[in-house]
Each structure stands twice: as structure tokens, then as C-alpha cells.
């Protein structure tokens, strides 16, 4: 089996592929101050409540693909394969790893390692033109090519980021559960709130991704819109433009780029 480690901002969501299906995954916090041994740690302990993994993680672990947008994390996950688990192929995404997306950017290295591997996943499972809407820390919008190529995209205040501004820059304001409230009119100031996130950022993913299609494809009824992300399904029913919610696009992408990394000969 194959353990995938996507590392953000804000989450850090690992994965478990049998072949190329996810059997397994959880989501913990992303602590930038956690070392080498407490990750081991953490790791074996997740891995050990799993019924088709044995008390040691490379019983069964035939591989490890990691991509972090957090260089202190991608460090110390770079210690924990080479300390704990030095006989399990491991594939850490960074500039010289194959993802086979080509990167049409002014600099390529500026470019998130998520955000290619969600393009190579987008395009295999879809095919291009596509636009893929990442609701994480940030809500970014990338555009990827009719031939696979990483076009650009845009970056925007995540939804837990504007709820948090809300509460603490409005004085009569306060932070909120993010939920979808019983109408767009809010009758109380919860829900007037939450009535602002949900439609807002709805109305934004539309307005942003009709004009990046218009760019993207001659025809934007070709584009194809992916959303991923932890908070996508807050936006999913409101959005008129998305066509696929593909929760694991990131770990899927990083067990493409783990095939395509690792000679199997």
C-alpha cells in the first residue's frame, strides 16, 4: 500500500491507496513546530488503528509520497522517512521530481507543489481544459490546458480566514460556526454572517471561474470545474459552476507522481 501525506496551511490530510484506491485517510492539524520523532509518532499511531496495516507501519507500507506547502513540516517529514522508514521508496514533491505537468508561470518555483499535483490529478481524471477550486487556508482557482499544461491562477482569502477577520475586526461581530444558514436573509446576526460566507463565496467561485474559462478555452462550456478541499461542500449547492467534487485530488495526484518517480523494474 501506498501512504500519501498532503501537508497545508492550516490541515494535514494522509491517505492510504490500495492500488488505486484510497482505503483509508485522516485529517490532523499542521503543527509547523512538531519534529522528526513526534511525526513518527503521531504516524505509527494513526497507522496502528488500521485493520489492514500491522503494528509496524512498514509491514505493509510499500511506498510514501509527501507534498507540503510548509517548508519546516516538508523538512521534518524528510527526517521521518529517512530516520524511521529509510527502506520504504519515498517520493517528496519539490523542484526535479516528475510530475509531468508543464508550468506556463513567469517563475515556476514560486508555483505550489499542491497546487501542480492537483492539476495532474484534475487532468487525468478529467481531462483538460479544467479549473480546479481548492478550499483550503486560501481558496485558489488554477487553470490547467487542453494539453495538461499549468496555466496560472488565482489566489483568494480562504472562507476560515474570512470568518476569522469578521470576528475579530467587527466590534459587535464574533466567530461563527461556518454552516449553511436557513436562508439567504439572514434573521439574526449568525446567520446574516454565515449567509455572507456560504452566497458570498459562491457568487465569488462563479464570477471567478466564468472569467478564467473565458480565458481558458474558446468554448467555456469545455472547461471542466473540480472543487476539492476540505470546505468544498459548504459552497457545493450554491455554486452554479462546479460539475465534480473530487475530495482526495491532491492524494490522488500524489500517488501519480509516486508512479511516476519510482522504477517498478
Known sequence: MLLTIDVGNTHTVLGLFDGEEIVEHWRISTEARRTADELAVLLQGLMGMHPLLGEELGDNIEGIAICSTVPSVLHELREVTRRYYGDIPAVLVEPGVKTGVPILMDNPKEVGADRIINALAAVELYGG??????????????????????????????????????????????????????????????????????????GQVDGVVNRMATELADDPEDVTVIATGGLAPMVLGESAVIDEHEPWLTLIGLRLVYERNIDRS
Do not use: H
Open 129 to 202: 481544459p479544467c479549473v480546479v477550486v481548492d478550499f483550503g487556508t486560501a481558496t485558489t482557482f488554477d487553470a490547467v490546458s487542453a494539453r495538461g499544461e499549468y496555466v496560472g491562477g488565482v489566489i483568494a482569502p480562504g472562507i476560515e480566514i474570512s470568518v476569522d477577520a469578521l470576528g475579530m475586526r467587527g466590534a459587535q461581530l464574533r466567530k461563527i460556526e461556518i454552516a449553511r444558514p436557513r436562508s439567504v436573509i439572514g434573521k439574526n446576526t449568525v446567520e446574516a454572517m454565515q449567509a455572507g460566507i456560504v452566497y458570498g463565496f459562491a
